[in-house]
């Protein structure tokens, strides 16, 4: 089984940067790849980010060029590097963690991490 936690979220003055990180515990896999997902207040849940088990990225338009996404495979360890914030970036940010264990492909979701951007 697999355990993912979160940090890295908190309050930023717009134009501030954060780094998220989602910290997978366990033994026995690797990952497989990653998706950032944000939901804002009163909205849907919308996916950010995503990275493939290759290090293949795609961002949402709303944040292409501002974050990056990557993966340390020797701490188990995804992140989520936020450049010059918006306000409009507020929202509870997830990670989804796709975990290859002897072939098996699961995916499991970290504890959401608050963001919130304002002056």
């Known amino acids: 089984q697999v355990q993912l936690v979160g940090s890295g979220g908190g309050l930023v003055q717009p134009g501030g940067s954060l780094r998220l990180s989602c910290a997978a515990s366990?033994?026995?896999?690797?990952?497989?790849?990653v998706d950032w997902f944000r939901q804002a207040p009163g909205k849907q849940r919308e996916l950010v980010a995503a990275?493939?088990?290759?290090?293949?990225?795609n961002h949402a338009d709303s944040v292409k060029g501002r974050f990056t996404s990557s993966v340390d495979n020797a701490k188990n360890t995804v992140y989520l590097q936020m450049n010059s914030l918006k306000p409009e970036d507020t929202a509870v940010y997830y990670c989804y963690v796709k975990v290859d264990t002897w072939g098996v492909i699961d995916g499991y979701w970290g504890n959401g991490t608050p963001v919130t951007v304002s002056s």
């Open positions: 366990g033994s026995g896999f690797s990952i497989n790849g």
């Open positions: 990275m493939t088990s290759r290090g293949k990225t």
